[in-house]
């Protein structure tokens, strides 16, 4: 059987296809990809379909010897990539031989990476998905040691993502908002201040979500029913700080929701570390669903560079 070695397995590095769907009857939430944008463009250097499985990897410190003939890409947080010592460009493919090493640096800019292999990463499916949650025992972190499977295979080309099409992570991020049913029942001054201030990534923030420190938003709510979260849902606890939830979120929940960030948007927040800062802007369904279909259509329009 050919694949890689894992020689470092960083500080967290985990499989991810798109993620697990269906299940929420059973309490298993959706994982996949918290920067969904990153995954597509990995997938999409090599060859894969967009579900293909790769490694989702948290702060850096990936590394794998290879025992296969395959081609490789890395997208994400500025980690720096070197394939037997020598440093090569993110955002692109690259071929790998027999014996060859990969190294992933710790992140100077962002917070996560996605490394996609021709073919994708052989992992068994637990309810349809490869997805990764710890949290619900589906499946467990990259170990020292592992061995992680694929194909060999021939890649004909390496290509490239256009140097204006790839993200540039800031230490501000705005993050767009559809009004939830509850966003009513928060007092005006509330729902003011919780738009026009700014809010600071706190140091709890994780795959389940991302709490935020700033102007405190009292919740109109001592108790309620808990009932099912999306993706993207701005939670308002007790404490008044906001807390946004992603992919490996709880199912249900008994905290009011302000509203939903559009799920275009979390891949950049899913890129913010402790101390960057959140804005928030209100939008409609309408406008939202509008931004979807053309961000969509914006990513299957770009044409990749043939390099060398």
Not at 137 to 144: E, F, Y
Not at 246 to 251: I, P, S, Y
Request: some cysteine; glycine content about 10%; proline content about 4%.
């Amino acid at each position: 059987m050919t694949g890689f070695r894992v020689i470092d397995p960083g500080l967290l590095s985990l499989f991810q296809d798109a993620g697990r769907f269906g299940h929420h009857g059973l309490g298993l939430t959706n994982g996949g990809p918290v920067d969904s944008v990153s995954f597509y463009w990995a997938n999409r250097l090599v060859g894969n379909t967009t579900n293909t499985t790769a490694i989702e990897i948290t702060l850096g410190g990936l590394a794998l010897k290879s025992e296969v003939e395959t081609t490789i890409a890395v997208t994400g947080a500025a980690m720096q990539l070197k394939i037997n010592g020598k440093l090569k460009t993110l955002w692109r493919s690259h071929r790998i031989r027999l014996g060859d090493m990969i190294q992933l640096g710790h992140t100077s800019k962002g917070c996560r990476s996605y490394l996609a292999v021709l073919g994708g990463f052989h992992v068994e499916p637990l309810f349809g998905s490869t997805a990764t949650i710890v949290r619900e025992d589906m499946g467990k972190p990259i170990r020292k040691d592992q061995w992680i499977a694929c194909v060999n295979s021939e890649s004909r080309r390496n290509l490239a993502l256009p140097f204006k099409e790839i993200p540039s992570y800031e230490k501000k991020v705005w993050l767009r908002v559809i009004p939830g049913y509850q966003y009513e029942l928060f007092a005006t001054t509330d729902r003011n201040s919780f738009f026009g201030t700014e809010y600071r990534v706190s140091n709890r923030h994780d795959r389940m979500g991302y709490r935020l420190e700033g102007v405190l938003i009292e919740s109109p709510c001592s108790k309620m029913l808990s009932e099912g979260i999306c993706l993207g849902a701005i939670q308002i606890p007790a404490d008044g700080q906001p807390i946004v939830l992603l992919n490996d979120r709880q199912t249900i929940g008994g905290y009011p929701k302000i509203g939903s960030v559009l799920s275009c948007d979390l891949a950049n927040l899913a890129q913010c570390n402790s101390g960057d800062c959140v804005k928030f802007k209100p939008t409609t369904i309408g406008a939202a669903q509008k931004i979807l279909r053309a961000t969509k259509a914006r990513m299957e329009s770009i044409q990749l560079k043939v390099c060398e």
